[in-house]
């Protein structure tokens, strides 16, 4: 079940932070996690390390809030410079430059995969070998119907050639491939 949200005046939020009562710490998630969190993600553009980062700044708040005079400015203006702060302490910060310097390789398995045609599905791996070994005008007709998901007559318009010849092609290319099995 969802909870409600909890919005309070800043004059009460304020005295609630100060007291250290634990509606205090709801009504801020409520009412702030998404222009702080905003904030912060636009500055580390990294979403993971925002949403830590966001709850390290809620309890930075929360620690800090007696030091809050409401004399020298709003409260929403005195958590965006604890939240501001923060994030660049963590942009400074050796871990962050480090992690930044590796590349995850999840990444770029894909721009890989795709530049070399590596193809890790179990089934296809040999029957695409097969298909590399075959005609050319075989390869290509193979490779757009069966790998890349081109219907007959996408194939066709895509290669300006006539549709009875794509399958002609194709049904000579699996006969082909067939030979390979026997």
């Excluded at 634990?22 to 409520?30: G, S």
């Excluded at 702080?36 to 993600?41: D, F, S, V």
């Excluded at 966001?54 to 409260?75: C, H, M, N, T």
């Amino acid at each position: 079940m969802k909870s409600k949200k909890i919005f309070l005046t800043e004059e009460n939020l304020v005295l609630a932070l100060k007291n250290k009562d634990i509606i205090a710490m709801q009504a801020l998630n409520d009412m702030y996690s998404d222009s702080l969190g905003g904030i912060i993600t636009k500055i580390l553009n990294d979403p993971e390390l925002s949403k830590d980062a966001l709850q390290e700044v809620f309890w930075k708040i929360w620690v800090s809030a007696k030091s809050y005079d409401p004399s020298k400015g709003r409260l929403f203006t005195w958590m965006l410079n604890i939240t501001k702060n923060y994030t660049i302490d963590i942009l400074r910060s050796k871990r962050y430059r480090d992690n930044k310097k590796n590349i995850n390789i999840n990444d770029c398995l894909y721009t890989i995969d795709i530049r070399y045609k590596n193809i890790y599905n179990p089934d296809t791996i040999l029957i695409k070998q097969l298909v590399y070994r075959l005609k050319p005008e075989f390869n290509i007709l193979l490779e757009m119907v069966y790998f890349k998901g081109y219907t007959h007559l996408e194939t066709a318009d895509e290669l300006n050639l006539p549709i009875g010849t794509v399958k002609t092609r194709i049904r000579m290319a699996i006969m082909e491939l067939r030979t390979q099995f026997d």
